[in-house]
């Protein structure tokens, strides 16, 4: 979720339902470089919480150092991110490139633990590719060295994002009678349908969503309603989509500046309109326009013309 969980990100996220959050995932090298960019990342408010703070990294004694940063900042969790399958970050045995060397995991796990008085968490893969899916005897290890919480995203990391996740394997993790800390599930949930599947089939104490969350906060208060009442609630209404990326982009602009904020929340854009019926015109302009006066009245001029779309949303 790198340039994504970011706090105008997050604080959509939590008032649309979510439990617990993480932030983008911050470099250990630059942290103990005090590179801007990743100091930057360590901002977190009082209305995120609880919230944790995920790091990565490749050498031992960086992440050691920066978890003790990272404690300084005062976040409920510090997270671990052993799951990441991008090439220039896994490919420097960093995130799920260090499932390559489980016993270096494992003490760099260690360490971290032993650094901080916050609880610590892991979120990884079932392993490196097929024949080293070793997540059941991994989830042990991690946990004898003090992990407080471990999320798996059912993929190898030579699967990257392809495929259909495989969540039996986070079931026997759950289910393995060693196993006391709680297991979250992470995969391919894009809908409350799949998310009361995955809980009810598999046992997970909870769920993990990434994707699916990008320009549409709303899939957690879906999903809550459709596990309290098993009925599902109508899509977000047009004025509420708008209303969502005015949000965005105004606490995107106060926390990045101009910028960065016009870039960085173009992302979210094509999410927050979905499914709307002749939208390309105005999904082009939202994401070429460049100063924030040109998007915002953008936005009031998609809300007064699409204001009868609702129904068809519906």
């Given at each position: 979720m790198e340039d994504v969980s970011d706090p105008p990100f997050r604080a959509l996220c939590k008032e649309n339902g979510a439990d617990v959050m993480y932030t983008e995932f911050i470099s250990s090298e630059g942290l103990i470089r005090d590179a801007a960019k990743s100091v930057q990342k360590l901002d977190?408010?009082?209305?995120?919480?609880?919230?944790?703070?995920?790091?990565?990294?490749?050498?031992?004694?960086?992440?050691?150092?920066?978890?003790?940063?990272?404690?300084?900042?005062?976040?409920?969790?510090?997270?671990?991110?052993?799951?990441?399958?991008?090439?220039?970050?896994?490919?420097?045995?960093?995130?799920?490139?260090?499932?390559?060397?489980?016993?270096?995991?494992?003490?760099?796990?260690?360490?971290?633990?032993?650094?901080?008085?916050?609880?610590?968490?892991?979120?990884?893969?079932?392993?490196?590719?097929?024949n080293t899916k070793y997540i059941v005897d991994v989830a042990e290890r991690l946990q004898d060295v003090g992990i407080k919480a471990i999320s798996i995203h059912g993929r190898t990391r030579k699967q990257m994002y392809k495929g259909q996740a495989?969540?039996?394997?986070?079931?026997?993790?759950?289910?393995?009678?060693?196993?006391?800390?709680?297991?979250?599930?992470?995969?391919?949930?894009?809908?409350?349908?799949?998310?009361?599947?995955?809980?009810?089939?598999?046992?997970?104490?909870?769920?993990?969503?990434?994707?699916?969350?990008?320009?549409?906060?709303?899939?957690?208060?879906?999903?809550?309603?459709?596990f309290a009442t098993g009925e599902k609630l109508g899509p977000p209404s047009m004025a509420e989509r708008v209303n969502a990326c005015r949000k965005h982009l105004k606490m995107a602009l106060e926390w990045k500046g101009e910028k960065l904020g016009i870039f960085e929340t173009r992302r979210h854009y094509t999410n927050y309109f979905k499914g709307i019926p002749h939208f390309k015109e105005y999904r082009t302009q939202l994401v070429t326009t460049e100063k924030p006066e040109a998007v915002f009245a953008l936005l009031d001029e998609i809300e007064k013309r699409f204001q009868g779309v609702d129904s068809v949303l519906a």
């Open positions: 977190i408010f009082e209305y995120e919480r609880p919230v944790g703070i995920q790091i990565f990294g490749n050498e031992i004694s960086s992440m050691r150092e920066a978890a003790a940063i990272t404690e300084e900042a005062n976040p409920d969790i510090i997270d671990i991110n052993y799951g990441c399958p991008v090439k220039n970050v896994a490919c420097k045995g960093a995130g799920a490139g260090i499932l390559q060397d489980i016993p270096k995991m494992v003490s760099m796990t260690s360490e971290i633990v032993k650094a901080v008085n916050k609880p610590v968490t892991v979120k990884t893969r079932l392993g490196w590719d097929d495989d969540w039996s394997l986070i079931a026997e993790v759950k289910n393995n009678p060693r196993i006391h800390i709680p297991v979250f599930g992470n995969g391919d949930v894009d809908t409350p349908e799949k998310a009361l599947e995955m809980k009810n089939r598999y046992g997970v104490d909870g769920i993990m969503i990434g994707r699916a969350s990008i320009g549409y906060p709303w899939i957690f208060n879906e999903i809550k309603h459709f």
